[in-house]
């Protein structure tokens, strides 16, 4: 009778798990509805936008440039904003952001720049980011001004890291910006990578192709214009990045509880079959001890 009860309370532990997994998927479902479509409409908008101020800065028969788009002579110091999560249970989500973003100071390092300063975002990422700057020693820096943008997360809120970032460059503190994350690329599949935020050296692929160039009229000159288009376009691009590692984590926990909970299942069906054979077996004891009794 102990190994029934025994029995019964694995039983019960497990379908309380169930209930917890299922739950969590359920949050992680309807969390990754609402920031993917706010991620794929940004993520169109930045396309365009960005194009269209790459097109002024690539543009051959243009002549415009900006500081933002301007290689520093000296590699001194670089940046580095790293995005995670702020909670686990999302499968190797967090171990993926965060081995990307080692492996990304450690380019930066190796590429000439004598310091790297992080900007580590999601609770994850700080601690993560945190043992790794300990024992890298003095080469690496964090700041930890913007860990709390994953949980509260807004264009609003993006936009002093975006400034501080553009307002360092400019001022010769940073010499290059790089974002890394995990990007969204199906349910199934979010894909470590990262991409240089500054200088702006984007392309526009109408430029490439110059059989296919969007013929733009600017009004007013493109100085003007470059100067008023490329912070917003800094701005955009590090919000979509923001959103897309969000979108990426939620569909990374949703694919992760949705595994527990199967498992969960599955083990319950074992447990309630061994319990039912067990049951049947004590009964079948009992009757038997029964009827010897009785002949006796």
Do not use: W
Not at 17 to 23: G, V, Y
Not at 108 to 126: D, N, Q, W
């Amino acid at each position: 009778m102990a190994a029934l009860k025994e029995l019964k309370e694995r039983i019960a532990s497990v379908q309380s798990t169930l209930k917890i997994t299922s739950a969590m998927k359920m949050v992680a479902s309807a969390k990754l509805l609402r920031v993917q479509s706010s991620m794929e409409a940004l993520s169109e908008y930045e396309r365009r936008f960005s194009d269209i101020v790459a097109a002024l800065v690539s543009d051959p028969d243009v002549e415009v440039a900006s500081p933002l788009t301007l290689e520093h002579g000296e590699k001194r110091r670089a940046c580095l904003v790293a995005l995670a999560s702020d909670s686990s249970l999302c499968g190797a989500f967090n171990a993926n952001a965060l081995r990307e973003a080692v492996s990304a100071v450690e380019e930066l390092l190796a590429g000439g720049f004598s310091r790297v300063t992080v900007y580590p975002i999601g609770e994850k990422m700080v601690q993560g980011m945190g043992r790794y700057a300990a024992a890298r020693g003095e080469n690496v820096d964090i700041c930890l001004d913007y860990r709390h943008l994953v949980g509260k997360h807004s264009f609003d809120g993006i936009i002093p890291l975006a400034d501080r970032l553009m307002e360092d460059f400019l001022a010769g503190r940073c010499d290059r910006v790089c974002i890394s994350r995990c990007h969204f690329h199906s349910m199934g599949r979010q894909v470590p990578m990262r991409e240089q935020l500054l200088p702006f050296n984007r392309v526009s692929r109408a430029n490439v192709d110059r059989t296919t160039a969007v013929d733009y009229i600017l009004e007013p000159a493109p100085d003007t214009l470059l100067d008023a288009l490329l912070p917003s376009a800094i701005r955009i691009i590090l919000y979509n990045a923001l959103l897309d590692s969000i979108t990426a984590e939620n569909a990374a926990r949703m694919v992760a509880m949705q595994t527990a909970t199967d498992n969960a299942e599955e083990l319950s069906d074992d447990l309630t079959l061994e319990y039912n054979k067990r049951r049947q077996q004590a009964i079948t004891s009992e009757l038997a001890d029964i009827t010897s009794s009785a002949e006796g």
